[in-house]
């Protein structure tokens, strides 16, 4: 029997002799949202480029529906993964749906010629991420939200089974990251996609994920729903911060920012 999604078993990831993040074993099902926790350097984008086949693996396997990763060639990998990281994208003249046209070139061959069924999943693609009206606009004159917006649409119109996704919300105000997230989330449940994302907003994260990774010391710290994380307490010690003396250090106003942020209870 076939295991659909996308597996991590005992993944150790880093650069050169150097390990960053090691035993790492985690699933994503399609439909469902893995989100990756922990503080800067803990070794969530060093994963999420590894799991993404942009790094090498330093061990264990990866699993993309239960062929392994390292037997996919780069073709297959390209069709059936796809990739947003962080980097602000340098699109010269580029139109929005140029932009987007390029999330078609894993199918176009080495002209990258569309075709009209090519032409229609790109319009679909912006129209599925309400970026259609600014299809003909300068990729570099539309806001942050929108480039956002923009570059999901071309990941959609790849037509990915796995969609990796490094800080996407870093430059988006709280109400474009709340927005994004819940487009996110329903593109992933409309079309069963496996979503693997690495974000800094815990309380965005909590929201939004079906499950959390969250990475510390090297190593995995906790893992599970946001409900168990929740209920387990575990999350402001995943960032170093003291809960008995969340008051005297910070203040009320930053104390009960931190504890809603965490999911933690009231005083």
Same mark, same amino acid.
């Given at each position: 029997?076939?295991?659909?999604?996308?597996?991590?078993?005992?993944?150790?990831?880093?650069?050169?002799?150097? +390990?960053?993040? #090691?035993?790492?074993? *985690?699933?994503?099902?399609?439909? =469902?949202?893995?989100? @990756? $926790?922990? %503080?800067?350097?803990?070794?969530?984008?060093?994963?999420?480029?590894?799991?993404?086949?942009?790094?090498?693996?330093?061990?264990?396997?990866?699993?993309?529906?239960? +062929?392994?990763? #390292?037997?996919?060639? *780069?073709?297959?990998?390209?069709? =059936?993964?796809?990739? @947003? $990281?962080? %980097?602000?994208?340098?699109?010269?003249?580029?139109?929005?749906?140029?932009?987007?046209?390029?999330?078609?070139?894993?199918?176009?061959?080495?002209?990258?010629?569309?075709?009209?069924?090519?032409?229609?999943?790109?319009?679909?693609?912006?129209?599925?991420?309400?970026?259609?009206?600014?299809?003909?606009?300068?990729?570099?004159?539309?806001?942050?939200?929108?480039?956002?917006?923009?570059?999901?649409?071309?990941?959609?119109?790849?037509?990915?089974?796995?969609?990796?996704?490094?800080?996407?919300?870093?430059?988006?105000?709280?109400?474009?990251?709340?927005?994004?997230?819940?487009?996110?989330?329903?593109?992933?449940?409309?079309?069963?996609?496996?979503?693997?994302?690495?974000?800094?907003?815990?309380?965005?994260?909590?929201?939004?994920?079906?499950?959390?990774?969250?990475?510390?010391?090297?190593?995995?710290?906790?893992?599970?729903?946001?409900?168990?994380?929740?209920?387990?307490?575990?999350?402001?010690?995943?960032?170093?911060?003291?809960?008995?003396?969340?008051?005297?250090?910070?203040?009320?106003?930053?104390?009960?920012?931190?504890?809603?942020?965490?999911?933690?209870?009231?005083?």
């Amino acid at each position: 029997m076939t295991a659909k999604g996308y597996r991590m078993e005992n993944l150790s990831a880093g650069y050169g002799s150097r +390990v960053v993040i #090691s035993g790492v074993t *985690a699933s994503v099902l399609p439909g =469902e949202i893995l989100i @990756l $926790l922990g %503080e800067n350097g803990a070794g969530k984008s060093t994963l999420l480029k590894t799991a993404a086949g942009l790094l090498q693996p330093m061990g264990g396997e990866l699993w993309l529906n239960d +062929v392994r990763l #390292s037997e996919m060639s *780069a073709a297959q990998r390209a069709a =059936e993964m796809s990739v @947003l $990281l962080s %980097e602000r994208t340098d699109a010269g003249q580029m139109t929005c749906r140029e932009i987007v046209e390029m999330g078609r070139y894993p199918y176009t061959g080495r002209f990258g010629i569309l075709s009209e069924q090519d032409h229609r999943i790109v319009a679909q693609a912006m129209e599925a991420t309400d970026t259609a009206q600014l299809a003909d606009t300068d990729f570099g004159k539309i806001s942050d939200g929108q480039r956002q917006r923009i570059r999901l649409a071309r990941s959609i119109a790849q037509e990915p089974q796995v969609l990796l996704l490094d800080e996407p919300t870093v430059y988006l105000d709280i109400r474009y990251q709340a927005q994004f997230m819940r487009l996110l989330r329903t593109l992933c449940r409309e079309r069963q996609m496996a979503a693997i994302v690495s974000m800094h907003e815990v309380g965005m994260a909590l929201a939004s994920a079906d499950k959390l990774l969250c990475l510390k010391d090297g190593v995995v710290y906790a893992s599970g729903t946001a409900q168990e994380l929740r209920e387990s307490g575990c999350l402001p010690g995943l960032y170093g911060v003291e809960t008995e003396t969340l008051e005297p250090e910070y203040g009320t106003e930053l104390a009960d920012y931190l504890r809603q942020s965490f999911g933690i209870g009231g005083k």
